[in-house]
């Protein structure tokens, strides 16, 4: 999620990034207005309802594997850039391993000490366990997605189904505290005892990950031409798979039906798989757009801006929704609903694309990618030279 400003970027890669931050933080913010992961926030009114419709259509599971993979994504630009300047794979294996470390450690301060929703860490976890397959032929790593899938669709049911029965049974699935001290206590006890770990299997980030590693190698979202009608079918099937998959958990999520707690966790785990393929017709569309759009137009700039520096206000965005939603500061969100808690997240973001073009404007780095490329990279060459 780092960036360099002294080479080649990609527009639609910076679009997809700065965008995602968008999507990111209106999935967060339901989360501080009474959503639980199984469960949309009750409506206050007739918006509310519409925008929990919109979320889980177009946000809810959809947000997620599209940063995932993104990241994925941007793991072979780091990969080629170290083969490119002549090193080894070993040095590049390293790096990855470092950035898997820092990004545990990052991941750490937002959720632990900042008190956010975060992903860093289990991004970080993910990545500890893959790296060997970044180096593996194109074959070996079809066959890893495939059989990683298949595990998850037999592991998502099981697991969520268990958990919406324990949310029933005792409300096991809030998410909110009452208090910094009880968020404190509560995210360092699950982080210490393989939280980022365990996120990885109730949410299927590795494959959103590896798929943005293929779709890296074939060099997909690189604005070549000849890869266009290709992206226009991931895009229209994607789509197209991504609504069908969230017709039931909308209807359910909405009060719309009634299911069992099993029958619920098997929606949800039906949401998040079809989510996957729609955070790839995600980039897809991106991935067509980037042509056709040129730095100097005025609502893009901003955007690419954000999506360069797309740690540094992950990490600010989501110390801000605390600030402005939790229950024990603002809490804005629980006490007037989803419409308002979006309207913040909103408001957040284009903060965030202000700054973000200051910055720009500036030719400077965000500070926290900035920091995070210095402990990744231990020599000032690599800082200077490298791609995210």
Same mark, same amino acid.
């Given at each position: 999620?780092?960036?360099?400003?002294?080479?080649? /970027?990609?527009?639609?890669?910076?679009?997809?990034?700065?965008?995602?931050?968008?999507?990111?933080?209106?999935?967060?913010?339901? =989360?501080?207005?009474?959503?639980? =992961?199984?469960? /949309?926030?009750?409506?206050?009114?007739?918006?509310?309802?519409?925008?929990?419709?919109?979320? &889980?259509?177009? +946000?809810?599971?959809?947000?997620?594997?599209?940063?995932?993979? *993104?990241?994925?994504?941007?793991?072979?630009?780091?990969?080629?850039?170290?083969?490119?300047?002549?090193?080894?794979?070993?040095?590049?294996?390293?790096?990855? $391993?470092?950035?898997?470390?820092?990004?545990?450690?990052?991941?750490?301060?937002?959720?632990?000490?900042?008190?956010?929703?975060?992903? =860093?860490?289990?991004?970080?976890?993910? *990545?500890?366990?893959?790296?060997?397959?970044?180096?593996? !032929?194109?074959?070996?790593?079809?066959?890893?997605?495939?059989?990683?899938?298949?595990?998850?669709?037999?592991?998502?049911?099981?697991?969520?189904?268990?958990?919406?029965?324990?949310?029933?049974?005792?409300?096991?699935?809030?998410?909110?505290?009452? !208090? $910094?001290?009880?968020?404190?206590?509560?995210?360092?006890?699950?982080?210490?005892?393989?939280?980022?770990?365990?996120?990885?299997?109730?949410?299927?980030? +590795?494959?959103?990950?590896?798929?943005?590693?293929?779709?890296?190698?074939?060099?997909?979202?690189?604005?070549?031409?000849?890869?266009?009608?290709?992206?226009?079918? &991931?895009?229209?099937?994607?789509?197209?798979?991504? &609504?069908?998959?969230?017709?039931?958990?909308?209807?359910?999520?909405?009060?719309?039906?009634?299911?069992?707690?099993?029958?619920?966790?098997?929606?949800?785990?039906?949401?998040?798989?079809?989510?996957?393929?729609?955070? +790839?017709?995600?980039?897809?569309?991106?991935?067509?757009?980037?042509?056709?759009?040129?730095?100097?137009?005025?609502? +893009?700039?901003?955007?690419?801006?954000?999506?360069?520096?797309?740690?540094?206000?992950?990490?600010?965005?989501?110390?801000?929704? &605390?600030?402005?939603? !939790?229950?024990?500061?603002?809490?804005?969100?629980?006490?007037?609903?989803?419409?308002?808690?979006?309207?913040?997240?909103?408001?957040?973001?284009?903060?965030?694309?202000?700054?973000?073009?200051?910055?720009?404007?500036?030719?400077?780095?965000?500070?926290?990618?900035?920091?995070?490329?210095?402990?990744?990279? /231990?020599?000032?060459?690599?800082?200077?030279?490298?791609?995210?």
């Amino acid at each position: 999620m780092n960036h360099s400003l002294n080479t080649k /970027r990609f527009i639609s890669l910076d679009l997809a990034r700065g965008m995602m931050l968008l999507l990111v933080a209106l999935a967060h913010a339901s =989360l501080y207005a009474g959503s639980t =992961l199984l469960s /949309r926030p009750e409506s206050m009114h007739s918006m509310d309802t519409f925008l929990n419709y919109v979320s &889980v259509f177009v +946000v809810d599971n959809r947000a997620r594997p599209m940063f995932a993979f *993104l990241f994925g994504y941007g793991l072979t630009l780091i990969v080629a850039s170290y083969l490119k300047r002549n090193r080894t794979t070993r040095d590049a294996k390293m790096s990855l $391993y470092r950035r898997a470390l820092y990004l545990l450690i990052f991941g750490f301060f937002l959720s632990v000490i900042v008190g956010g929703q975060d992903i =860093l860490a289990i991004y970080g976890a993910a *990545l500890l366990c893959i790296t060997w397959l970044i180096f593996k !032929s194109d074959k070996i790593l079809i066959r890893a997605i495939t059989i990683i899938s298949a595990l998850f669709v037999v592991i998502l049911p099981v697991m969520w189904g268990s958990m919406a029965v324990m949310q029933q049974n005792e409300n096991a699935l809030q998410l909110t505290h009452t !208090s $910094y001290l009880e968020n404190f206590s509560s995210q360092f006890i699950q982080f210490i005892t393989g939280g980022p770990f365990l996120g990885n299997l109730a949410l299927p980030i +590795v494959v959103s990950i590896l798929l943005g590693i293929w779709a890296g190698r074939k060099k997909l979202l690189n604005e070549q031409p000849d890869h266009k009608p290709f992206l226009k079918k &991931v895009a229209i099937v994607g789509l197209t798979i991504s &609504v069908i998959g969230a017709i039931p958990q909308a209807l359910y999520s909405n009060g719309i039906i009634e299911l069992s707690p099993l029958l619920s966790g098997l929606i949800f785990s039906l949401h998040m798989i079809t989510g996957i393929i729609g955070g +790839v017709s995600y980039a897809a569309i991106f991935g067509l757009l980037g042509p056709k759009l040129v730095q100097k137009e005025v609502f +893009v700039r901003p955007i690419t801006a954000l999506g360069k520096r797309s740690l540094t206000f992950f990490m600010l965005n989501e110390a801000l929704l &605390v600030v402005f939603l !939790s229950t024990y500061t603002l809490n804005l969100g629980e006490t007037f609903g989803l419409t308002v808690s979006w309207s913040v997240a909103f408001g957040i973001w284009l903060l965030a694309l202000l700054i973000a073009t200051i910055l720009e404007k500036k030719q400077l780095n965000g500070p926290m990618d900035h920091l995070f490329r210095k402990l990744v990279h /231990r020599k000032p060459r690599e800082e200077k030279q490298g791609i995210d």
